[in-house]
């Protein structure tokens, strides 16, 4: 039987089918090595992670090498390597294969998408630290040598000559997973299942690398505007210039109409609350450092005596007691517990004050930009468009604050945490502190008499030894106001000796009183005056007769004061010197500078009241010409003319252990005449 041959129109659609099959079969095997070339670079790039973690960084971590900043080379590599494990794991537990495969890869993509930018952000915004750093390492020969070591002790076999061949890994890895999703996606026919689910990861990775240039670019910007910088006024007025002065100008116009209303704010009340509670932080960390410093000077001042040094002539007994407890406090307790304040409290107080100088500079530095943003706004509204500078204004004052609202929560509720953690230790510090002291201080009070008294007696034995020392500190007073001198022998001041002189040409010497002991007024038209103070009497009885109520002159204020705290003010006669008599009786200015040579005839005396004074040398002086007179600082002088003969006062006539001559009028002083004045405590 003859065998059926295909037609010429069957060979036809044979071959047609063949051309139509081989795009669709060419398609499947690019989409097959896409996804293979996704694993397969995963599970290489996790290999490489885990040698930079675990070899190469504990390597250089075992040779504790002080130069090298490793958290600032490796950054959050753990937390990469991390998430990258994770994510290795659920590419390689990937159930099937086809649709059902690419359905699954999409939807890993999305799940990690948060995780992914939340590490890799961190990562890449410091990469370029890390760069700096690898190359000063490398102008570091000692370094360079130990970091090569390190290299070709765990990794020989990759070839790397420099920490950067593993650096920059995770910044190739993030940016690579957009172009594996697409490669994937451009081998998957439009009509298939997983087509839109692959397109979605494809944009969501995209979009992670966006937000990342984003994060990145708001960093290097919080990084230029944070530096705090001081700044002497010289290199300030360096600064200034036509640009600056009139950038500074407009920004102070702008705000200035601000207050007046004349143009809106811009109101942002997201970011508001935000700095109001960051401002609100800020002032607490700088208020708890002010009184942490004052309450260290003050623990310092503390510790400086030595009681316990002291020689107390007392072999046994309470005194001794005393003394050993105080060294032990002074020598260890105290000591420890200002180094733990200082470790556990000061020391973070500080870290966490200057942790918010940047946020600081940041804040103070977005308002000068938002002042700019609004002015080139408004400008932009009526001229349609802005030059190319203006344009990155506006883009620098839009990052700094997205910047702010994204990173001052965080930042608040992180300092807060450090705030309250910081009080707590200084409690937990107070209460050890009170625990130890009163553990030795029992110790000590075991052995004293009541020690082992019951509370209730030990009160009353306290309560019956405060009266008993009462009672004899009010007898002590008493006794010693009857056997305190006399406050007519006491030493004015110069604004006393004035008000004296003032009291006495108003009223008369017999009308002064002193004051005997403090006179604190309790009632209206009372005074309140120290002991010592002199008075005049004006009436020696109050408005209702009362006579132990005076009214006086305290030398400007009047008011009453109780009689019984006022005795009479006796003056001292004293003798005028001579040559105020001279004065009238010749006043011939031609006398020669040095005729006190000469002898006189005896002066009349007159006796005025004055108060007891004397006139001493307030600096020590040396005589320049045989009319010139010596003196020391302190010296008593006997002043005889108060100008000298052509009637200058800028000299003055004295006499000194019997010797005259002229002093500069200057260098003389009125104090008053210290007179003891006998009296012995009460036995």
Known sequence: MASAEPGPEDAAEAEEAVYEEMPC????????????????????????????????????QDKQLPELDLEGLFSNTDDILHVSRRFLKGLEDMPGQGQEQLLGISTLFQEFKEEME?????????????????????????LQK??????????????????????????????????????????????????SALEAA?????????????????????????????????ARLARLNTHSIAKKTTRLSRLL???????????????????????????????????????????????????????????????????????????????????????LVWQPLCSLSDMLEGPQQLVKKRLDKLLDYEEIQERKSEMGSVSYDEEAAMNTYLAINDLLVAELPQFNQVAVQLLGQILRSFSALQLDLAARVLHHAEKELEQLPHGHMALPSFWKVVEDSLQQSGA??????????????????????PAEERKVLSLVSKHGPDKLYQVTSNISGSRELDLTLLRGQIVALLQSSDTKGNT?????????????????????????????????QLLGLDGDPERRRHSYASPEAPRPQVATFTPTFQVVAGFS????????????????????????????????LVEVNGQRGYVPSSYLVTVPVQEPAGWSLPV
Not at 120 to 134: E, R
Not at 472 to 493: D, K, N
């Open 548 to 580: 132990s109520r005076w009214l006086v002159d305290a030398g400007g204020p009047r008011g009453f004061v109780p009689a019984a705290k006022l005795r009479p003010y006796s003056p001292v006669q004293v003798q005028q010197p001579p040559v105020l």
């Open 202 to 234: 494809a944009r969501a990775m995209a979009q992670v690398n966006a937000n990342i240039n984003e994060y990145k670019r708001r960093r290097e910007v919080a990084t230029k505007y944070t530096k705090a910088e001081h700044l002497t006024l010289r």
């Open 621 to 652: 002086f040396a005589a320049r010409s045989p009319q010139e007179l010596s003196l020391q600082a302190g010296q008593p002088v006997l002043l005889l003319e108060p100008h000298d003969k052509k009637g200058s006062t800028e000299w003055s």
């Open 25 to 60: 079969d060419r398609m499947e095997l690019s989409q097959r090595l896409a996804v293979e070339e996704l694993l397969s670079t995963e599970a290489s790039y996790v290999h490489n992670m885990q040698l930079c973690v675990c070899d190469i960084r504990a390597h250089l």
């Open 146 to 195: 130990e970091i090569l070591d390190t290299l070709n002790a765990t990794v020989p076999h990759t070839g790397a000559s420099d920490l950067s061949f593993f650096l920059v890994m995770p910044v190739q890895r993030v940016t690579k997973y957009p172009l594996l999703l697409g490669k994937i996606l451009e081998n998957t026919p439009s009509s298939a299942s997983a087509h």
């Open 472 to 493: 004899q500190l009010r007898a002590f007073c008493q006794a010693f106001e009857t056997v305190a001198p006399s406050p007519g022998t006491q030493a004015l001041t």
């Open 257 to 343: 109409m601000h207050e007046a209303g004349i143009v809106a704010k811009t109101e942002d009340k997201e970011y508001d609350d935000l700095e109001e509670k960051f401002q609100c932080v800020a002032s607490s960390v700088a208020t708890l450092k002010e009184n942490m410093a004052s309450y260290l000077g003050h623990l310092e001042a503390f510790l400086l005596p030595s009681p316990h040094l002291c020689d107390l002539q007392m072999e046994q007994g309470p005194a001794q007691q005393h003394r050993r407890l105080s060294q032990l406090l002074q020598s260890a307790v105290f000591p420890e517990f200002k180094q733990r304040v200082g470790r």
């Open 118 to 142: 939340a590490v890799y952000k961190i990562y890449c915004a410091s990469y370029d630290h890390a760069l700096q750093l690898v190359e000063s390492y490398r102008r570091d020969p000692r």
